[in-house]
């Protein structure tokens, strides 16, 4: 089967740094994304990762290691505008598998 | 910027009743895609559309689900008798190329009663 592996949920403060990390369990697919969704929104691209090695755009990195089935999404000076549930997911074929997703809450 | 449009934002129905949820992809892309969310669970994948036809469909994706592009704007979803565990979020997809980014609708909450 086809599974991705995420903590349900993840707490940090405003303006620091947090990793919220993918296992996966999958094959054949082209690469690892990260999506983000508000409560009551779509899912909203934010980073892919198509070979091994890391990713940066602006306050977001993603990581991926297909040899480890690993990866994480790193976001960075934390605002209160990034509470929202946080998705990997993989691209297989024509279709997107994603993950259970990770709830972010952040404090102030 | 464009992006993808759904109408309506919420429908509620009957069940055994059908329904026919609308989208509008960005106008240049090719690859149209169906996924559904139940509330508070993940996103999952329903159909994919290219060249006018179903390229993937997931289990999910049985005979009372069809899909359809009627025009050259509209990619559509029936739903021919609704079930209550048919109640979720639907969201539309699209890109230009292989391989790329899926843009997302807004999504269609579902309510079946």
């Known amino acids: 089967g086809q599974s991705l592996e995420q903590p349900s949920e993840v707490t940090a403060v405003e303006g620091a740094i947090v990793q919220i990390n993918c296992t996966y369990q999958?094959?054949?697919?082209?690469?690892l994304s990260w999506y983000q969704q508000h409560d009551g929104g779509a899912p909203t691209f934010l980073s892919y990762?198509?070979?091994?090695g890391l990713e940066e755009t602006g306050r977001f990195s993603s990581f991926l290691s297909r040899s480890d089935s690993y990866g994480y999404l790193l976001l960075q000076e934390l605002q209160m505008k990034d509470s929202a549930s946080y998705f990997c997911?993989?691209?297989?074929?024509?279709?997107?598998?994603f993950g259970k997703g990770t709830r972010l809450h952040i404090l102030p | 910027e464009p992006e993808v449009t759904q109408t309506p934002s919420h429908q509620v129905t009957q069940m055994g009743q059908e329904v026919i949820l609308r989208c509008v992809p960005i106008?240049?892309?090719?690859?149209f895609y169906w996924y559904r969310q139940i509330l508070g669970q993940k996103v999952e994948f329903l159909v994919s559309?290219?060249?006018?036809?179903?390229?993937?469909k997931s289990e999910i994706f049985d005979d009372q689900f069809s899909v359809e592009r009627p025009d050259g704007s509209n990619f559509t979803l029936k739903i021919r008798s609704t079930k209550l565990e048919d109640s979720a979020m639907y969201f539309c997809?699209?890109?230009?190329?292989?391989?790329?980014?899926?843009?997302f609708g807004p999504g269609t909450r579902l309510l079946v009663l």
């Open positions: 990762n198509a070979l091994d």
């Open positions: 559309f290219y060249n006018n036809e179903i390229s993937e």
């Open positions: 106008s240049n892309h090719l690859y």
């Open positions: 997911a993989v691209s297989k074929g024509d279709k997107i598998i």
């Open positions: 999958t094959s054949g697919f082209y690469g």
């Open positions: 997809a699209s890109h230009g190329h292989a391989q790329e980014t899926q843009y």
